[in-house]
């Protein structure tokens, strides 16, 4: 059923409501991204923005929940996938997803703090996330590839996420991300090297080459 007039309005108006926020956050940071400078950036009036957010914490929800959306359509169907190929799909979606949103992820730690909503919200997603990339590892072994062994799984799954914060703290401060091989460290002792090329691939960084593959001599691979 199509929107009426006034809902429509109403939506283009939180969507341009959100860019903008996101816009300042990703330029200016937390402590500048206001509400008076996001209504201003989103051509309405303060009021107009009270009207639909009661306060900057509310946007960055609705920002988080945009965000959480964006990713699941972005994973859509990649379960139907082989087990090495459907993990370098889902880790470069979440990696990827992250990566266009560096401002969101720098102001987190600030944001945080000043909304228990928000904190909770994140540290679900947080798990979520790493659970997933623990039953990645799962399917990785049922396939008879290489993958941690049990009991390193969640510590390697906590540390690789904490990685993919930091490759988005650094995007938001510098030109270039945190590179490939350093965000996929932890894994490297652990996954074959055409799994790793895979999940290099799927961030994004086609050059990448797992530390078996570079130290490998053309003899090893004939």
């Known amino acids: 059923m199509a929107r009426s007039a006034p809902a429509a309005c109403g939506a ?6 959100l860019d903008a926020t996101l816009a300042l956050l990703d330029r ?3 402590r500048r991204t206001t ?18 957010f009661r306060h900057r914490e509310a946007i960055v929800l609705a920002l988080f929940d945009r965000l959480v959306q964006a990713l699941a359509a972005r994973r859509a169907g990649i379960d139907r996938h082989p087990a090495a190929a ?25 944001l945080l703090g000043q909304d228990a909503e928000l ?3 994140s540290h679900d997603w947080a798990a ?9 590892f799962a399917a990785l072994a ?14 390697l799954a906590a540390a690789v996420w904490h990685l993919l914060l930091a490759r988005a703290w650094r995007g938001a401060e510098a030109s270039e991300p945190l590179p490939s091989a350093i965000l996929l460290a932890p894994l490297a002792a652990w996954l074959d090297a055409p799994t790793l090329a895979r999940l290099g691939a799927g961030i994004g ?10 130290s490998s001599s053309p003899s090893d691979s004939s």
Do not use: C, K, W
């Not at 283009?12 to 409501?17: E, F, H, K, N, P």
């Not at 993990?87 to 987190?108: N, S």
């Open 86 to 110: 459907a993990f370098a799909a889902d880790f470069g979606a979440l990696v990827q997803t992250v990566h266009a949103r560096p401002g969101l992820f720098r102001a987190l730690p600030e």
């Open 28 to 30: 200016d940071g937390e």
């Open 119 to 121: 904190t909770g919200r």
């Open 128 to 136: 979520a996330e790493q659970a997933r990339l623990i039953r990645h």
């Open 142 to 155: 049922a396939a008879g590839l290489g993958t941690p062994p049990p009991a390193l799984q969640a510590p």
């Open 12 to 17: 283009r108006t939180v969507d341009a409501i």
């Open 35 to 52: 509400t008076n400078r996001i209504a201003a950036a989103a051509g309405i009036s303060p009021g107009n923005l009270y009207y639909h």
């Open 205 to 214: 960084d086609a050059a990448y080459q797992s530390p078996q593959s570079s």
